[in-house]
């Protein structure tokens, strides 16, 4: 009897001991459960995002080799191939539209303290290139082609790019919940015609090279290349997975690591510095997601001459 007792009491008393163990197991186990479910959430959010931007990519493209051979009198007189001429002001966001109404350009000063501009001015003089040619500043007009047949083909790429835009509610934080919500009215008005404007950057190239072209030939290949800064809102691994608001400050100073360096470089054109500048400053983590589209421009030889 006295040994039966005795397993008994030692029993009782190591039963305590046992749950704080499978406690402590639960703890070590849950958090590395957490993170893994946490990163395939944005990571399926970012390559879903990935596809947008590379449909945008090629509507863009698709239109390009319209858009630049058609008739000169849809798109304001301006000549054929060129990218520069003709008023793209049926593009024009909401900052843009009040600016010229009180006859001044935004700066994006008085929109957000994160301002690209004034940061990469401050440590570095941006007239002055590498090659000792000079060189506008970032997000200055005349380093964004701004014509007419630029906004027909900017919106193109503007459309599909909207539902991919954060709603009102998610800003200035960003939540795995407004993520993933279904795309309501005011977001995709939002992308459309405010977020796009600073958040993507459309851009023509020659096939295989970086620099940005202002006129393409009637036969050349165009390759229009789309960047868009996308929102990261799954807490915890998208400080991981993502550019945040110091990372940029440090590239805009040349500090910064590769990343933040791609994403200031693509977004330097985009059609708004002032929303670009906005979006720095008010969204804590982004991610640049890039994509490209190559297509022949329609050239034909019964299209009459230029005016």
């Known amino acids: 009897m006295a ?13 305590p001991a046992q749950r704080g163990v499978v406690y402590v197991e639960v703890l070590i186990c849950f958090f590395p459960v957490l993170l893994t479910f946490l990163a395939i959430c944005q990571i399926s959010l970012l390559f879903a995002a990935q596809t947008i931007v590379q449909h945008a990519a090629t509507r863009a493209a698709r239109a390009a080799m319209v858009v ?3 008739d000169p009198e849809r798109y304001d007189g301006a000549p054929r191939g060129d ?3 003709g008023s793209g002001s049926s593009e024009q966001g909401l900052p843009q539209q009040l600016a010229a109404q ?7 000063e008085n929109l957000s303290e994160f301002n690209v501009d004034a940061l990469r001015s401050a440590s570095a003089d941006p007239s002055a290139a590498t090659d000792g040619t000079s060189r506008p500043a970032s997000g200055d007009a005349s380093n964004v082609a701004s014509g007419a047949r630029m906004a027909a083909i900017r919106a193109a790429a503007y459309h599909p790019l909207a539902v991919l835009a954060p709603s009102m509610a998610s800003l200035p934080q960003p939540t795995l919940e407004t993520a993933v919500a279904k795309g309501a009215l005011d977001r995709i008005l939002l992308g459309r015609f405010v977020y796009n404007l600073g958040g993507a950057a459309i851009t023509l190239h020659a096939p295989g090279e970086d620099e940005v072209l202002t006129r393409i030939g009637k036969r050349d290949p165009v390759t229009v290349r789309v960047a868009y800064v996308m929102p990261c809102g799954v807490p915890l691994v998208s400080a991981l997975m993502c550019t945040g608001r110091m990372d940029l400050l440090a590239g805009a100073l ?7 360096q791609e994403l ?3 977004m330097e054109f985009a059609e708004s510095s002032s929303i670009r500048n906005l979006i720095f400053g008010v969204i804590p ?3 640049l997601l890039t994509a490209e589209a190559t297509m022949p421009n329609q050239g034909a030889d019964y299209y ?4």
Not at 304 to 307: F, H, L, N, R, T
């Open 3 to 15: 040994p039966t007792l005795h397993r008994r009491n030692m029993s009782q008393r190591s039963a």
């Open 68 to 70: 630049l051979e058609d």
């Open 83 to 85: 990218l520069m001429s």
């Open 102 to 108: 009180q006859g001044a350009e935004p700066t994006g």
């Open 254 to 260: 040349g500090l910064g690591e590769d990343d933040a």
């Open 264 to 266: 200031l470089e693509r």
């Open 285 to 287: 983590r982004v991610k």
């Open 304 to 307: 009459g001459s230029d005016p």
